[in-house]
């Protein structure tokens, strides 16, 4: 037992250093895209990314440049204080009054 406890502590410590360290590296690489870029990576979907693409067609220069600029201004806005509070607004707007919504699932076969 004492072989076996032997090869397992070391075996052991170098996984942990060798996450340790490897976080440490990818939190650096997070770090420098984000110093070098100004923002940090898009989150990709590939998916609905594929099929949007695909329906859109092939567009011309300027809807190519207008679409970025659209969506880079709509990113800003979604990124702002002030889009919470229209978004808890509509929501309030719609909410039912004076009732609370029922979590009752009705089965219908």
Same mark, same amino acid.
């Given at each position: ?8 502590? +070391?075996?052991?410590?170098?996984? !942990?250093?060798?996450?340790? /360290? &490897?976080?440490? =590296? $990818?939190?650096?690489?997070? #770090? ?26 092939? +567009?011309?220069?300027?809807?190519? !440049?207008?679409?970025?600029? /659209? &969506?880079?201004? =709509? $990113?800003?806005?979604?990124? #702002? ?29």
């Amino acid at each position: 037992m004492a072989a076996w406890l032997l090869w397992f502590v +070391p075996s052991f410590e170098a996984g !942990f250093w060798s996450a340790l /360290i &490897a976080g440490k =590296l $990818r939190g650096r690489g997070k #770090t420098c895209e984000l110093l070098v870029y100004g923002r940090p990576a898009r989150t990709c979907l590939p998916l609905i990314d594929e099929r949007l693409r695909k329906a859109a067609g092939t +567009p011309t220069k300027s809807q190519a !440049f207008a679409a970025r600029r /659209i &969506a880079a201004v =709509l $990113r800003w806005l979604a990124n #702002t204080r002030a889009m919470d509070y229209a978004i808890l607004l509509g929501l309030r707007r719609i909410w039912p009054k004076g009732r609370t919504i029922r979590a009752e699932v009705k089965m219908c076969l």
